[in-house]
């Protein structure tokens, strides 16, 4: 449902009404960043470029790790972030190379390069799957919405560091019993 007086806003190309949810996610499907209502006719691009978080990467304010060497070679690798087609290419963003005709090196970069994007994928689908309010449209307003979704990221991140907990109690408790 739309919010009152808003038009084709939030009219998305799938041909209903959205807010977006623009977000980078760590390995474990944490949250560790958000961006939540932009209009849903608006691309993944655009509200990247818009957003905080992509004028900061664009200018080099953001706060990231310096370059660090990968273990087992003299090769320095950067903080990077990982995005599809829709965002640009970036110093600190990678993106799939475009086209189909790919060589075959391009070809097992961009495949390596969307299993990395699973996560981002995997931690929308545990969200949406953990929270059933997001199996239908919300009939709610804008900002009822909004403090919706930011909720739900919450307490997905909050669950996922307690599955997290757990996971390290019950190693620990074997190892234990196991005199490791």
Not at 48 to 62: P, R, V, Y
Request: glycine share 8%.
């Amino acid at each position: 449902m739309a919010p009152p007086k808003s038009g084709s806003r939030f009219h998305n190309y799938k041909g209903t009404f959205s807010i977006i949810l623009l977000a980078c996610v760590d390995a474990n499907y944490k949250f560790v960043l958000v961006d939540i209502g932009a209009e849903g006719h608006n691309s993944d691009g655009g509200v990247f470029k818009n957003s905080i978080f992509g004028q900061n990467l664009e200018k080099g304010t953001l706060d990231l790790p310096c370059p660090a060497e990968i273990p087992g070679t003299t090769k320095m690798l950067p903080f990077l972030f990982i995005g599809y087609e829709a965002f640009p290419l970036k110093s600190n963003l990678m993106r799939s190379y475009p086209g189909v005709a790919l060589s075959k090196d391009k070809g097992i970069f961009n495949y390596r390069l969307s299993r990395a994007r699973r996560c981002v994928e995997n931690a929308f689908g545990i969200m949406a799957s953990r929270f059933g309010i997001f199996r239908k449209p919300l009939v709610s307003s804008l900002e009822t919405s909004t403090f919706t979704v930011a909720a739900a990221v919450c307490l997905h991140n909050f669950i996922k560091s307690a599955e997290e907990d757990i996971a390290l109690w019950i190693l620990r408790i074997t190892c234990h019993l196991m005199d490791i």
